[in-house]
Protein backbone atom coordinates (compact mmCIF):
# COMPACT_ATOMS: atom_id res chain seq x y z
CA UNK A 1 0.00 0.00 0.00
CA UNK A 2 2.75 2.64 0.99
CA UNK A 3 5.30 1.58 -1.41
CA UNK A 4 2.57 1.53 -4.36
CA UNK A 5 1.55 5.54 -3.12
CA UNK A 6 5.37 6.61 -3.35
CA UNK A 7 6.14 4.84 -6.49
CA UNK A 8 3.13 7.15 -7.83
CA UNK A 9 4.41 10.29 -6.20
CA UNK A 10 8.06 9.59 -7.07
CA UNK A 11 7.49 9.17 -10.48
CA UNK A 12 4.90 12.21 -11.14
CA UNK A 13 8.14 14.28 -9.43
CA UNK A 14 10.47 12.70 -11.89
CA UNK A 15 7.92 13.95 -14.80
CA UNK A 16 8.46 17.43 -12.91
CA UNK A 17 11.79 17.15 -13.14
CA UNK A 18 12.55 16.00 -16.68
CA UNK A 19 10.41 18.63 -18.06
CA UNK A 20 13.15 20.92 -15.66
CA UNK A 21 15.79 19.79 -17.65
CA UNK A 22 17.65 22.73 -20.21
CA UNK A 23 16.30 21.39 -23.60
CA UNK A 24 19.50 20.49 -25.03
CA UNK A 25 21.13 18.47 -22.75
CA UNK A 26 19.16 15.33 -23.35
CA UNK A 27 20.91 14.95 -27.15
CA UNK A 28 23.34 16.70 -29.32
CA UNK A 29 21.66 19.61 -31.21
CA UNK A 30 17.61 18.55 -30.71
CA UNK A 31 15.88 20.85 -29.00
CA UNK A 32 13.47 18.57 -27.43
CA UNK A 33 12.04 18.35 -23.46
CA UNK A 34 12.33 14.94 -21.88
CA UNK A 35 8.74 15.45 -19.93
CA UNK A 36 7.21 13.05 -22.60
CA UNK A 37 9.98 10.94 -21.85
CA UNK A 38 8.41 10.84 -18.31
CA UNK A 39 5.80 9.91 -19.17
CA UNK A 40 6.88 6.71 -20.99
CA UNK A 41 8.75 5.72 -18.52
CA UNK A 42 5.77 5.99 -16.03
CA UNK A 43 4.44 3.33 -18.04
CA UNK A 44 7.48 0.97 -19.19
CA UNK A 45 8.28 1.03 -15.44
CA UNK A 46 5.30 1.54 -12.97
CA UNK A 47 2.61 -0.42 -15.01
CA UNK A 48 -0.21 0.40 -16.58
CA UNK A 49 -2.30 1.61 -13.11
CA UNK A 50 0.40 2.72 -10.99
CA UNK A 51 2.08 4.71 -14.55
CA UNK A 52 -1.49 6.40 -15.48
CA UNK A 53 -1.66 7.55 -11.68
CA UNK A 54 1.08 9.12 -11.34
CA UNK A 55 1.08 11.00 -14.56
CA UNK A 56 -2.81 12.05 -13.03
CA UNK A 57 -0.95 13.46 -9.81
CA UNK A 58 1.11 15.18 -11.83
CA UNK A 59 -1.55 17.01 -13.68
CA UNK A 60 -3.56 17.70 -10.89
CA UNK A 61 -0.70 19.70 -9.36
CA UNK A 62 -0.24 21.27 -12.68
CA UNK A 63 -3.55 22.26 -12.11
CA UNK A 64 -3.44 23.31 -8.85
CA UNK A 65 -1.14 26.04 -10.44
CA UNK A 66 2.57 24.55 -9.90
CA UNK A 67 4.39 25.57 -12.83
CA UNK A 68 5.87 21.68 -13.96
CA UNK A 69 5.24 21.80 -17.28
CA UNK A 70 8.13 22.20 -19.68
CA UNK A 71 8.92 25.99 -20.40
CA UNK A 72 7.87 26.30 -17.12
CA UNK A 73 4.23 26.84 -17.86
CA UNK A 74 1.67 25.55 -15.34
CA UNK A 75 -1.94 26.59 -13.58
CA UNK A 76 -5.60 26.05 -14.65
CA UNK A 77 -4.87 28.41 -18.39
CA UNK A 78 -2.66 25.38 -20.02
CA UNK A 79 -5.82 23.27 -19.74
CA UNK A 80 -7.65 25.55 -21.44
CA UNK A 81 -4.77 26.63 -24.25
CA UNK A 82 -4.33 24.58 -27.49
CA UNK A 83 -2.04 21.72 -26.15
CA UNK A 84 -4.96 20.39 -23.83
CA UNK A 85 -5.32 17.41 -26.08
CA UNK A 86 -2.03 16.60 -25.08
CA UNK A 87 -2.36 17.15 -21.34
CA UNK A 88 -5.30 14.74 -21.72
CA UNK A 89 -3.78 12.16 -23.62
CA UNK A 90 -0.36 12.10 -21.11
CA UNK A 91 -2.38 9.74 -18.72
CA UNK A 92 -3.95 7.60 -21.20
CA UNK A 93 -0.61 7.24 -23.43
CA UNK A 94 1.16 6.17 -19.88
CA UNK A 95 -1.70 4.01 -19.30
CA UNK A 96 -1.26 1.86 -22.73
CA UNK A 97 2.41 1.75 -22.79
CA UNK A 98 1.98 -0.13 -19.54
CA UNK A 99 -0.53 -2.33 -20.44
CA UNK A 100 1.74 -3.94 -23.65
CA UNK A 101 4.65 -3.84 -21.12
CA UNK A 102 2.60 -5.97 -19.25
CA UNK A 103 1.54 -8.05 -21.72
CA UNK A 104 3.96 -8.57 -24.21
CA UNK A 105 7.11 -11.29 -24.32
CA UNK A 106 9.71 -9.46 -26.06
CA UNK A 107 12.97 -8.38 -24.43
CA UNK A 108 12.44 -5.61 -22.06
CA UNK A 109 14.47 -2.95 -23.93
CA UNK A 110 12.74 -3.71 -26.70
CA UNK A 111 9.05 -4.09 -25.61
CA UNK A 112 9.63 -0.64 -23.53
CA UNK A 113 11.06 0.77 -26.68
CA UNK A 114 7.97 -0.69 -28.71
CA UNK A 115 5.24 0.40 -26.04
CA UNK A 116 6.51 3.79 -26.27
CA UNK A 117 5.79 4.21 -29.23
CA UNK A 118 2.44 2.93 -29.66
CA UNK A 119 1.58 4.56 -25.99
CA UNK A 120 3.83 7.23 -26.01
CA UNK A 121 3.72 8.78 -29.19
CA UNK A 122 0.73 7.21 -31.09
CA UNK A 123 -1.99 7.58 -28.31
CA UNK A 124 -0.78 10.76 -27.41
CA UNK A 125 -0.69 12.06 -30.81
CA UNK A 126 -4.15 10.87 -31.22
CA UNK A 127 -5.39 13.36 -28.29
CA UNK A 128 -3.08 15.90 -28.97
CA UNK A 129 -3.35 16.46 -32.44
CA UNK A 130 -7.19 15.97 -31.97
CA UNK A 131 -7.44 18.58 -29.17
CA UNK A 132 -5.56 21.28 -31.74
CA UNK A 133 -7.93 21.12 -34.63
CA UNK A 134 -10.67 21.77 -31.67
CA UNK A 135 -8.99 24.40 -29.87
CA UNK A 136 -7.88 26.24 -33.20
CA UNK A 137 -10.70 25.51 -35.27
CA UNK A 138 -8.77 23.36 -38.02
CA UNK A 139 -9.56 20.30 -39.56
CA UNK A 140 -7.41 17.19 -38.54
CA UNK A 141 -5.22 17.05 -41.33
CA UNK A 142 -4.08 20.22 -40.62
CA UNK A 143 -3.56 19.80 -36.94
CA UNK A 144 -1.32 16.53 -37.82
CA UNK A 145 1.02 18.60 -39.66
CA UNK A 146 1.59 20.85 -37.06
CA UNK A 147 2.09 18.16 -34.25
CA UNK A 148 4.27 15.92 -36.58
CA UNK A 149 7.01 18.53 -36.12
CA UNK A 150 7.67 16.69 -32.96
CA UNK A 151 7.86 13.54 -34.21
CA UNK A 152 11.67 13.22 -35.07
CA UNK A 153 12.25 14.30 -30.91
CA UNK A 154 9.91 11.77 -29.67
CA UNK A 155 11.66 9.07 -31.39
CA UNK A 156 14.51 9.66 -29.90
CA UNK A 157 12.43 9.63 -26.23
CA UNK A 158 11.20 6.14 -27.24
CA UNK A 159 14.73 4.92 -28.32
CA UNK A 160 16.08 6.40 -24.72
CA UNK A 161 12.76 4.90 -22.89
CA UNK A 162 13.96 1.58 -23.91
CA UNK A 163 17.66 1.80 -22.82
CA UNK A 164 16.68 3.32 -19.68
CA UNK A 165 14.21 0.72 -19.07
CA UNK A 166 16.54 -1.99 -20.10
CA UNK A 167 19.65 -0.78 -17.73
CA UNK A 168 17.08 -0.62 -14.79
CA UNK A 169 15.52 -4.27 -15.33
CA UNK A 170 19.30 -5.21 -15.40
CA UNK A 171 20.76 -3.53 -12.60
CA UNK A 172 17.41 -3.93 -10.84
CA UNK A 173 15.27 -6.36 -11.64
CA UNK A 174 12.59 -6.53 -9.03
CA UNK A 175 12.48 -2.60 -9.65
CA UNK A 176 10.41 -3.42 -12.57
CA UNK A 177 7.04 -3.53 -11.66
CA UNK A 178 5.76 -3.46 -14.91
CA UNK A 179 7.10 -6.96 -15.55
CA UNK A 180 6.69 -7.97 -11.75
CA UNK B 1 9.15 25.78 -5.05
CA UNK B 2 7.26 29.26 -6.51
CA UNK B 3 3.91 28.55 -7.60
CA UNK B 4 1.90 30.71 -9.98
CA UNK B 5 -0.71 32.55 -7.43
CA UNK B 6 0.37 36.27 -7.81
CA UNK B 7 2.18 37.86 -4.73
CA UNK B 8 -0.21 40.85 -5.32
CA UNK B 9 -3.33 40.46 -3.34
CA UNK B 10 -6.76 41.65 -4.96
CA UNK B 11 -10.00 41.36 -4.63
CA UNK B 12 -10.47 37.69 -6.52
CA UNK B 13 -7.68 36.80 -3.79
CA UNK B 14 -10.90 37.01 -1.29
CA UNK B 15 -13.60 35.11 -2.96
CA UNK B 16 -13.72 31.32 -2.41
CA UNK B 17 -11.65 28.87 -4.72
CA UNK B 18 -15.15 26.78 -5.52
CA UNK B 19 -16.91 30.17 -6.66
CA UNK B 20 -13.99 31.16 -9.08
CA UNK B 21 -13.56 27.93 -10.94
CA UNK B 22 -17.29 27.85 -11.42
CA UNK B 23 -17.39 31.22 -12.72
CA UNK B 24 -14.76 30.55 -15.19
CA UNK B 25 -16.20 27.01 -16.35
CA UNK B 26 -19.14 28.70 -17.01
CA UNK B 27 -16.88 31.77 -18.64
CA UNK B 28 -15.11 29.24 -20.55
CA UNK B 29 -18.49 27.18 -21.79
CA UNK B 30 -20.16 30.91 -23.32
CA UNK B 31 -16.64 31.24 -24.93
CA UNK B 32 -17.11 28.14 -27.10
CA UNK B 33 -20.67 28.66 -27.70
CA UNK B 34 -19.65 32.38 -29.23
CA UNK B 35 -18.73 32.08 -33.08
CA UNK B 36 -19.07 36.25 -33.77
CA UNK B 37 -15.62 38.17 -33.60
CA UNK B 38 -17.57 40.77 -31.76
CA UNK B 39 -18.59 38.99 -29.48
CA UNK B 40 -14.83 37.27 -28.34
CA UNK B 41 -13.56 40.75 -29.38
CA UNK B 42 -15.95 41.75 -26.00
CA UNK B 43 -15.24 38.88 -23.85
CA UNK B 44 -11.14 39.73 -24.17
CA UNK B 45 -11.50 43.55 -23.51
CA UNK B 46 -13.66 42.41 -20.59
CA UNK B 47 -10.59 39.79 -19.17
CA UNK B 48 -8.60 42.46 -20.05
CA UNK B 49 -10.44 45.27 -18.05
CA UNK B 50 -10.41 42.23 -15.04
CA UNK B 51 -6.70 42.33 -15.64
CA UNK B 52 -6.25 45.44 -15.54
CA UNK B 53 -8.06 46.68 -12.13
CA UNK B 54 -5.99 44.15 -10.56
CA UNK B 55 -3.21 47.18 -10.82
CA UNK B 56 0.04 47.26 -13.89
CA UNK B 57 2.14 44.58 -12.58
CA UNK B 58 -0.56 42.36 -11.83
CA UNK B 59 -1.67 42.76 -15.56
CA UNK B 60 2.01 42.75 -16.71
CA UNK B 61 2.61 39.19 -14.88
CA UNK B 62 -0.76 38.17 -16.86
CA UNK B 63 0.16 38.81 -19.89
CA UNK B 64 3.49 36.61 -19.28
CA UNK B 65 1.95 33.92 -18.60
CA UNK B 66 0.48 34.37 -22.07
CA UNK B 67 3.89 34.09 -23.80
CA UNK B 68 3.73 30.13 -24.44
CA UNK B 69 1.10 31.17 -26.80
CA UNK B 70 2.73 32.93 -29.86
CA UNK B 71 3.63 30.21 -31.93
CA UNK B 72 -0.18 29.00 -31.92
CA UNK B 73 -1.33 32.64 -32.72
CA UNK B 74 1.03 32.88 -35.05
CA UNK B 75 0.22 29.79 -36.90
CA UNK B 76 -3.19 30.72 -37.15
CA UNK B 77 -3.07 34.11 -38.35
CA UNK B 78 -0.07 32.95 -40.97
CA UNK B 79 -2.97 30.09 -41.98
CA UNK B 80 -6.09 32.48 -42.11
CA UNK B 81 -4.13 35.44 -43.77
CA UNK B 82 -3.19 32.52 -46.47
CA UNK B 83 -7.14 31.30 -46.89
CA UNK B 84 -8.70 34.81 -46.58
CA UNK B 85 -10.85 34.02 -43.58
CA UNK B 86 -9.51 37.09 -41.45
CA UNK B 87 -13.09 36.77 -39.50
CA UNK B 88 -12.64 32.83 -38.85
CA UNK B 89 -8.99 33.77 -37.63
CA UNK B 90 -9.96 36.75 -35.56
CA UNK B 91 -12.51 34.72 -33.80
CA UNK B 92 -10.04 31.74 -33.41
CA UNK B 93 -7.14 33.68 -31.97
CA UNK B 94 -9.63 35.66 -29.65
CA UNK B 95 -11.29 32.77 -27.69
CA UNK B 96 -7.85 31.11 -27.70
CA UNK B 97 -6.24 34.05 -25.76
CA UNK B 98 -9.13 34.70 -23.39
CA UNK B 99 -9.85 31.51 -22.60
CA UNK B 100 -6.36 30.85 -21.41
CA UNK B 101 -6.75 33.95 -19.88
CA UNK B 102 -9.49 33.65 -17.55
CA UNK B 103 -8.32 30.45 -16.14
CA UNK B 104 -4.58 31.82 -15.98
CA UNK B 105 -6.70 34.71 -13.87
CA UNK B 106 -8.47 31.89 -11.38
CA UNK B 107 -4.67 30.35 -10.80
CA UNK B 108 -3.22 33.80 -10.12
CA UNK B 109 -6.11 34.75 -7.43
CA UNK B 110 -6.34 31.61 -5.49
CA UNK B 111 -3.99 29.65 -2.79
CA UNK B 112 -1.89 26.58 -3.56
CA UNK B 113 -3.16 25.17 -0.53
CA UNK B 114 -7.25 26.24 -1.55
CA UNK B 115 -6.67 24.38 -5.26
CA UNK B 116 -5.41 21.33 -3.24
CA UNK B 117 -8.56 21.32 -0.68
CA UNK B 118 -10.83 21.40 -3.91
CA UNK B 119 -9.07 18.43 -5.18
CA UNK B 120 -9.62 16.36 -1.79
CA UNK B 121 -13.10 17.63 -2.07
CA UNK B 122 -13.43 15.94 -5.56
CA UNK B 123 -11.83 13.30 -4.39
CA UNK B 124 -14.16 12.06 -1.80
CA UNK B 125 -16.45 10.53 -3.41
CA UNK B 126 -13.71 8.18 -4.72
CA UNK B 127 -12.56 7.01 -1.21
CA UNK B 128 -14.67 3.50 -1.49
CA UNK B 129 -11.69 2.94 -4.56
CA UNK B 130 -8.78 3.36 -2.91
CA UNK B 131 -8.59 7.41 -3.19
CA UNK B 132 -9.19 8.32 0.18
CA UNK B 133 -8.51 12.31 0.28
CA UNK B 134 -5.80 11.67 2.84
CA UNK B 135 -4.09 9.92 0.52
CA UNK B 136 -4.32 12.23 -2.12
CA UNK B 137 -3.13 15.11 0.01
CA UNK B 138 0.01 12.75 0.94
CA UNK B 139 0.97 11.85 -2.60
CA UNK B 140 0.73 15.82 -3.55
CA UNK B 141 3.00 16.65 -0.24
CA UNK B 142 5.05 13.92 -1.24
CA UNK B 143 5.66 14.96 -4.79
CA UNK B 144 5.91 18.66 -3.62
CA UNK B 145 9.13 17.94 -1.18
CA UNK B 146 10.81 15.29 -3.87
CA UNK B 147 11.35 17.65 -6.65
CA UNK B 148 14.28 19.50 -5.53
CA UNK B 149 15.33 16.23 -3.81
CA UNK B 150 15.47 15.16 -7.46
CA UNK B 151 16.93 17.98 -8.77
CA UNK B 152 19.81 18.29 -6.48
CA UNK B 153 20.08 14.69 -7.32
CA UNK B 154 20.38 15.55 -10.89
CA UNK B 155 23.18 17.98 -10.49
CA UNK B 156 25.23 15.28 -8.29
CA UNK B 157 25.13 12.87 -10.81
CA UNK B 158 25.71 14.82 -13.78
CA UNK B 159 28.59 16.70 -11.75
CA UNK B 160 29.90 13.21 -11.54
CA UNK B 161 29.59 12.36 -14.46
CA UNK B 162 31.80 15.87 -15.27
CA UNK B 163 34.28 14.71 -13.53
CA UNK B 164 35.29 11.53 -14.83
CA UNK B 165 34.44 12.62 -18.52
CA UNK B 166 35.35 15.09 -21.01
CA UNK B 167 31.87 14.49 -22.77
CA UNK B 168 28.40 15.12 -22.01
CA UNK B 169 26.39 13.14 -20.38
CA UNK B 170 23.04 13.43 -22.09
CA UNK B 171 20.73 11.38 -21.51
CA UNK B 172 22.63 8.47 -19.52
CA UNK B 173 22.02 10.52 -16.57
CA UNK B 174 18.53 9.54 -16.76
CA UNK B 175 19.62 5.94 -15.25
CA UNK B 176 20.82 6.43 -12.19
CA UNK B 177 17.95 9.37 -11.83
CA UNK B 178 15.60 6.96 -12.27
CA UNK B 179 17.33 4.39 -9.89
CA UNK B 180 17.39 6.87 -7.19
CA UNK B 181 13.71 7.38 -7.77
CA UNK B 182 13.09 3.99 -7.12
CA UNK B 183 14.89 3.74 -4.22
CA UNK B 184 13.59 7.06 -2.71
CA UNK B 185 10.49 5.77 -2.97
CA UNK B 186 10.86 2.50 -1.47
CA UNK B 187 12.67 4.15 1.42
CA UNK B 188 9.67 6.34 1.75
CA UNK B 189 7.64 3.68 1.69
CA UNK B 190 9.29 2.18 4.79
CA UNK B 191 9.38 5.02 6.97
CA UNK B 192 5.56 5.57 5.96
CA UNK B 193 4.61 2.70 7.43
CA UNK B 194 7.42 3.00 10.20
CA UNK B 195 5.16 5.98 11.22
CA UNK B 196 1.59 3.71 10.92
CA UNK B 197 0.97 3.83 7.39
CA UNK B 198 -0.92 5.98 5.09
CA UNK B 199 -4.16 5.07 7.08
Redesign the interface.
Known amino acids: MERSLTHIALFAALIAVLGLIPKIDLAAGVPITAQSLGIMLCGTVLGARRGALAVLLFLALVAAGLPLLSGGRGGLGVFAGPSVGYLIGFPVAAFVTGWLMERTTLPTGLAAGAASVIGGIGVLYVFGISGMAIMLDKSLTEAAFLGMAFLPGDILKAVIAGLVTQSLARMRPASLLSRA | ?????SPVEIWAHRLPAGVKLAA?ALA?TGLFLMGSPLGLGLSALATATLYLAGGGGFAMTGLR??R??WP?VL??AA?HLWTGDFA?GA??TLR?LT??????F???T?R?SD??AI?QGLARPLAPFGLAPR??A???A???R??PV??DR?AQITDAWSARSAR?P??RV??P???A??D???R???A??ARG??G
Open positions: MLTLTMTLLPLFVVWGAVMAVALANVTMTLMIFRLLAMLVIFIMLLRRWLVATLALDADAAELRGT
